[in-house]
């Protein structure tokens, strides 16, 4: 995938654009105040933010004016994974940084959120006027009991009211947690009833490609099904009544109050997000308010490059992590835009639209949607005003190279293209964007500042232009304080530490580039090996999905119990296409030609679709057990998957094979 020379950049920042940019003038600052080096540009600030660690994430938190209500006694007390003790002794809240910009009497009346549904009718709110909301509503849930430290929950769409919930949920000190409301009753109960929620926010439905999906039947079952429940918030999205017992979201937001923040320890949990749960309950995963609030000051505010006049748009629903993500945005003074509604309505191009109607400068999406917008043949930058666009970024997957090509040469050849990688985990990235660096093709520009990234051979040896584990040898501020209901900690050890000890192994194959990119090649635990060379499925993917009669694509490689090895290439073929000696031979000489002979698939099967998450990723690992003769309710949970019923074929076939 790498080569040992540097190859020539797609895209180069002028020096205009470096000199701009907030990390440059972070940079400079941190050399003056904190011993950063003032020269060797962003890799030299890099090997400080991990050298020093202690240093640069102060220097992060006084650049950003973090306000302390009480004083931290250290920045890092306790450096061991897990466990590890950030800023003891501060307290402060995330809620009075994501606001502030409601101080400022220049800017108070700018809009704060621009709301878009599938009409693409921009609707803004002002940062005094969500500052409003959020007080009210932050009054009225103390008045119903909310305490530090309760639950808070939310079935909601990407809508303005989440982000109110969310705030006022904070200012209280107590902990939010969201679901999208296209997520089944059963999927949103294993997630809430892990956590025992006082207060859920509702809709009544929500709309989605044209549609209205009327959701009262399964708010009612959730509501039966979550006996913790204090009180039901209705928000009448379709224009229904609140059912009996629930109080009117405009009704709690109405009174012209002040926030009140509780002021909380730095560790005190902000928010649970879930792992996708594919083999379980997923994963409740809790951050923190100052673990949080500190990296994505340093994600958004340096590495995205956001700030005042800036209009930062991502295509994400409430149940991904990318949506606090987004929310965060508001910490920078940016103006974040929420779109609620299909990525594809009225047609594939229509992300582009709200982009150019809502003045988006970040506009951050999936490596998906981009490669669909490659094969319907969209041209955004012909046909839309997309002149504000500084930077699109991608997540979800890996951008294949044809996807660079693509943004490039459509959009605009002045753009920076960040494709990002984290998770859940973290809510954050490890690797992506740098808006001084170049953009090479198929790469994410470089490790993150703060982010020790590493990839390792099986011996914990670290490999540079080898493919190797994704590892994080020192802590990161946003990394989980605990699971919920994992009180020795053993879940959370054994989901990252068990491989390596005191070292974070996040599951996924990397490599590392002599220039300090970084190549994403899916996931470590579905990694094919053939004859002792692994390759990730993304690669494959890639290859594959460059041909125009795939749609879609999904490997498994499987150890079989006489010691073979068999790997199956699953197709989802686009309309009219069809899967004939012809095409499977034009697929065996694609990845014989562009990756490796051993990865040549040894049967190319035709299937109905491509099971994913609820976040969309392609489910591997499920599949993997169904095709070894798992029962299919012991390899998956239910509900995590997009559409169960794809998961029978792969039962079927391994009841036949068997």
């Known amino acids: 995938m790498t080569s040992a020379v540097n190859p020539a950049p797609l895209w180069q920042p002028d020096a205009d654009r470096i000199a701009a940019a907030r990390i440059t003038r972070f940079q400079a600052w ?30 992060v938190a006084d650049w950003f004016d973090v306000r302390f209500s009480t004083p931290y006694e250290r920045v890092l007390a306790d450096r ?43 609707v803004s709110i002002s940062w005094t006027e969500l500052r409003r909301q959020v007080g009210s509503l932050a009054a009225r849930l103390r008045a119903l009991g909310v305490r530090p430290g309760d639950r808070v929950s939310g079935y909601l769409p990407n809508i303005p009211q989440a982000v109110t919930a969310l705030l006022a949920t904070a200012a209280v000190g107590a902990v939010w947690t969201s679901c999208a409301p296209d997520f089944g009753a059963r ?9 025992e929620p006082v207060v859920l926010f509702t809709v009544d439905g929500y709309r989605y490609g044209g549609k209205e999906h009327d959701r009262t039947g399964t708010v009612a079952e959730l509501r039966r099904e979550l006996p913790t429940l204090r009180a039901v918030v209705h928000i009448p999205l379709l224009g229904t009544q609140a059912p009996e017992g629930a109080l009117d979201w405009s009704e709690l937001t109405s009174a012209d109050t002040e926030p009140v923040y509780e002021q909380v320890p730095f560790d005190h949990p902000l928010w649970v997000l879930y792992s996708s749960g594919t083999t379980g309950l997923p994963k409740a995963i809790v951050q923190s308010q100052g673990g949080i609030l500190l990296e994505h000051f340093k994600q958004l505010g340096l590495h995205c490059d956001l700030g005042p006049g800036d209009r930062f748009f991502w295509y994400t629903s409430t149940g991904w992590m990318m949506w606090n993500f987004l929310v965060s945005g508001l910490l920078t003074g940016t103006t974040v835009i929420l779109y609620d509604g299909s990525p594809g309505h009225p047609d594939t191009g229509a992300q582009w639209a709200i982009a150019e109607r809502t003045g988006a400068t970040l506009f951050g999406t999936s490596a998906a949607y981009v490669m669909a917008c490659r094969k319907a043949g969209v041209h955004p930058g012909r046909d839309h005003d997309l002149s504000r666009v500084q930077c699109v970024a991608t997540t979800g997957s890996p951008l294949p190279p044809d996807g660079f090509r693509w943004l490039h040469d459509e959009v605009r050849e002045d753009l920076w293209i ?3 990688s984290g998770g859940t985990d973290v809510c954050s990235c490890f690797a992506g964007a740098v808006p001084t660096l170049p953009v090479h093709i198929g790469e994410l520009q470089a490790a993150c500042l703060g982010t020790d990234l590493q990839a390792w051979d099986p011996h ?44 974070w192994r996040h599951g996924d194959w990397i490599t590392i580039t002599d220039h300090g990119s970084v190549v994403i090649h899916g996931r470590s635990d579905s990694t094919l090996n053939r004859q002792g060379v692994r390759m990730g499925s993304a690669d494959i993917y890639e290859a594959v999905e460059r041909l125009p009669e795939i749609r879609e694509s999904l490997v498994i490689g499987l150890e079989e119990p006489d010691g073979g090895y068999w790997m199956p ?40 679709g491509i099971p994913h998450t609820l976040t969309g990723k392609r489910i591997e690992v499920p599949v993997k057990r169904l095709l070894q003769g798992t029962a299919l ?26």
């Open 187 to 195: 999927s949103v109960l294993d997630r809430f009833q892990q956590v």
């Open 418 to 420: 960040a494709s990002v």
């Open 460 to 503: 914990g040896k670290p490999v540079i232009g080898e493919v190797g584990e994704l590892v994080v040898t020192n802590p990161m501020p946003s990394m989980p304080i605990h699971f919920w209901n994992d009180p020795d900690g053993s879940r959370y050890h054994d989901s990252y530490f068990e491989m390596f000890p005191g070292v």
């Open 633 to 658: 309710a012991k390899a998956v949970n239910p509900g995590s998957v997009d559409n169960l019923d794809l998961l029978h074929f792969y039962e079927d076939l391994a009841r036949n094979r068997g």
């Open 30 to 59: 941190a050399a003056e105040r904190h011993g950063a080096p003032a020269d060797g540009g962003y890799p030299a600030l890099h090997r400080w933010s991990v050298d020093e660690l202690d240093t640069f994430w102060q220097a």
């Open 80 to 122: 061991t994974m897990p466990g590890a003790q950030w800023f003891p002794g501060a307290t402060l809240n995330y809620a009075e940084h994501a606001l502030r910009t409601a101080d400022d009497p220049a800017r108070a009346h700018e809009p704060a959120l621009i709301h878009v549904d599938e009409t693409h009718d921009p």
């Open 569 to 608: 290439l699953f197709v989802h073929l686009a309309p009219g296409a069809v899967l004939d000696e012809a095409l499977r031979a034009r697929i065996k000489q694609t990845i014989r030609e562009q990756l490796s002979p051993r990865h040549v698939p040894d049967d190319i099967i035709e299937v109905p």
